[in-house]
């Protein structure tokens, strides 16, 4: 079955530290990737998506991921956090033979301390 | 600005009720579905919809039923709620087609007693 991991469920951090947050996938077929990111009290919200082209995908608020089709990796980055990235980060896999069914990792759980 | 409304933000409810769910997009998007969220655990899909009154089982519909009648309104039904269904549930909604991300709703705090 496929399945997504993220290897991190709390990540504490100070300001200006930077981040990187896990993820990795067992499903070997043609994949999009995902990063939703939900705020206390919001909805989810994506924060940026994979589909082709150039690995180093960049999406909203300076936050960027790195696909790595070798490392089934899918890993997502900023250089300097701030205290308003304190929110719960998904990533998430739809495997493309599977239409838009999406499979969500458990979730990251950022604190940002000012 | 894509908005996927969820009736009830809180909801409590008593084992053995019939529990409805109501989610609405204004998109016009063919695609819906209903998953849970539970720490840990994250979001898991009940069940979900490419059309009017079509469904597909997701991954854990054990429980569960919908109900797709309007394109824009994609019920979820606890037949019979068990205090193993006290969760959060979350809407979305795409468009047809790959590629395509999911938009949210608010989601639904269910408690069941």
């Known amino acids: 079955a496929q399945s997504v991991s993220q290897h991190n469920h709390h990540v504490i951090l100070s300001e200006a530290a930077s981040l990187e947050l896990g993820c990795n996938y067992s499903?070997?077929?043609?994949?999009?990737l995902f990063w939703y990111v939900q705020y206390p009290g919001q909805h989810l919200q994506l924060l940026l998506k994979y589909f082709s082209g150039d690995p180093l995908v960049k999406g909203i608020k300076g936050f960027e991921a790195e696909f790595i089709k070798s490392k089934f990796s899918f890993n997502l980055r900023k250089p300097s956090v701030q205290w308003s990235d304190t929110a719960e980060y998904f990533c998430a896999v739809n495997v493309m033979e599977y239409g838009n069914k999406l499979v969500f990792g458990a979730g990251t759980i950022l604190r940002v301390k000012s | 600005d894509v908005k996927v409304t969820q009736s009830s933000r809180y909801l409590v409810k008593r084992t053995g009720e019939k529990v409805f769910l109501e989610c609405v997009q204004d998109?016009?998007?063919?695609?819906m579905f209903w998953y849970r969220q539970d720490p840990g655990l994250g979001l898991r899909l009940i069940y979900f919809?490419?059309?009017?009154?079509?469904?597909e089982k997701g991954d854990i519909p054990e429980g569960y039923s919908v109900s797709r009648e309007k394109k824009e309104r994609f019920s979820l039904i606890l037949e019979s709620a068990s205090t193993n269904q006290t969760s959060m549930y979350l809407c979305?909604?795409?468009?047809?087609?790959?590629?395509?991300?999911?938009?949210f709703g608010d989601g639904t705090r269910l408690s069941i007693l």
């Open positions: 979305a909604s795409t468009l047809a087609g790959l590629n395509q991300p999911q938009h």
């Open positions: 998109m016009d998007h063919e695609n």
């Open positions: 919809s490419y059309d009017v009154k079509m469904k």
């Open positions: 499903y070997g077929g043609t994949v999009n």
